[in-house]
């Protein structure tokens, strides 16, 4: 008799790109790992590295991908040619990051056609990630059509919380008819980070409360309790909250029928306004933390602006989630700019030794791929950076449903 299939190809599929890892869940060991980008441009780029060996290899190639079934197309070739195709018999399942799952889906979920049918139902809240997510889902099952698939949801850590949070003050008829409400995004990480944290504190998951920083170009908050987060700073869509690359946030919703009437701008060109050219990039024309942190090292004005305006949104966060828990066990940074921005760890905490909030110094200015604490012994509050690691969370959620011990869907 053979053994089970241990191994889990995730897909993350963006607007115009598919990121993509295999993983062998014995031991969570990465079998390899790439990106196809720039989909539907004219130089995409397919970048795929092996890891079996001594040492990793990669191989690169430019050349155009039409859509995201040529994009499978491309990640399918490449794991071949190193005999690790999508019908390899150590493969148990794909797992898909699927951006938006409504209130249906609180967890992992195998992919069949009533999954795949909601999902689409789902693409006018999430218009560029759901159809993404719906082409990976469509291309691996032609791929191999006997191959699990399951998809796990970035909405799914927030599906539980509390009406309090989730629902809007908006006139209740409305809010039903059109299935607007609070659903959060970035779920995978906080509760990746959220566990990770519990385990660098040492207490149970069940009993620790964290504030969770996702702060990447992408940035949400969250607040959990115990396991289970019961706010988060996005919203019907991941526009809402905290200053972010290009994203508004927070922002007075006056402003959108204020545009369209003295304007002249459509829904279209607000959305574009709110969604791509905003954020740090509207506030100071780039959407990179560290480009901004030099230029206002430098003495630049308007980049100071910036970080002060993204520090502000952040504190303000930082203190209705103290509030929302009433006790906090630890504040943890994850995600591009909270893993790598001591400067951002430090204003966000500074004078805030009142909350129990604290960071020292040459604490923050460790830079590793670790959880680490960074506030002083003693606190209160723990302060802790936690690499976050969507993909491996995908692949446990994935083989946790189907491998070993799993119900198989
Ligand atoms: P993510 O979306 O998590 O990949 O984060 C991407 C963002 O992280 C970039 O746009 C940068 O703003 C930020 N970032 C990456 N490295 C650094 C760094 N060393 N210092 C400050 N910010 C960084």
């Not at 539907?40 to 690169?60: I, K």
């Not at 009533?114 to 719906?134: D, F, Q, S, T, Y």
């Not at 908006?170 to 990770?196: F, K, N, P």
Request: aromatic share 4%; glycine share 10%; net charge negative.
């Amino acid at each position: 008799m053979s053994a089970s299939p241990t191994r889990v190809l995730v897909l993350n599929s963006g607007s115009s790109s598919v990121k993509y890892q295999l993983l062998d869940m014995r031991d969570e060991s990465r079998l390899a790992t790439g990106l196809v980008e720039r989909i539907g441009e004219r130089t995409s780029r397919v970048e795929h590295t092996l890891l079996t060996g001594a040492e990793p290899e990669t191989r690169t190639r430019e050349g155009r991908v039409a859509d995201h079934d040529e994009a499978l197309d491309a990640v399918a070739a490449e794991l071949s040619r190193d005999g690790l195709g999508l019908d390899s018999p150590e493969l148990l399942a794909v797992g898909h990051r699927i951006v938006h799952g409504g209130r249906l889906f609180d967890g992992p979920t195998r992919v069949d056609w009533h999954v795949e049918r909601e999902i689409e139902r789902l693409v006018p809240v999430a218009p560029l990630h759901n159809p993404a997510g719906l082409a990976g889902i469509r291309t691996a099952r032609r791929l191999n059509p006997s191959l699990p698939q399951v998809a796990v949801f970035d909405t799914a850590f927030h599906a539980h919380m509390p009406e309090a949070a989730s629902r809007y003050a908006l006139d209740t008829a409305v809010a039903e008819a059109h299935r607007i409400r609070r659903y959060g995004a970035h779920g995978t990480s906080h509760a990746y980070v959220s566990r990770a944290t519990a385990e660098l504190l040492g207490r149970p998951y069940e009993e620790t409360n964290t504030i969770v920083l996702h702060l990447g170009n992408g940035a949400s908050a969250a607040a959990v309790r115990g396991g289970r987060s019961v706010d988060t700073s996005m919203g019907l869509t991941p526009l809402e909250g905290l200053v972010m690359g290009t994203r508004s946030g927070d922002i007075d919703p006056a402003v959108v029928f204020h545009l369209m009437r003295n304007a002249s701008m459509s829904a279209e060109d607000v959305d574009v306004l709110l969604n791509k050219k905003s954020g740090l990039y509207g506030l100071c024309g780039d959407n990179d933390m560290r480009e901004i942190t030099r230029r206002a090292d430098e003495g630049d004005r308007t980049a100071r602006l910036a970080f002060d305006v993204y520090v502000h949104r952040l504190r303000k966060y930082i203190g209705a989630y103290t509030a929302v828990l009433g006790r906090v066990d630890a504040l943890v940074f994850t995600a591009g700019v909270g893993e790598n921005s001591a400067l951002v760890r430090a204003a966000a905490v500074e004078g805030l030794t009142g909350f129990g909030l604290a960071v020292d110094p040459e604490r923050n200015a460790v830079r590793e791929k670790r959880p680490r604490v960074i506030s002083p012994e003693g606190t209160p509050v723990t302060v802790a950076v936690v690499p976050t690691d969507e993909e491996l969370e995908i692949a446990r959620q994935t083989y946790g449903l189907l491998g070993e011990g799993g119900d198989r869907g």
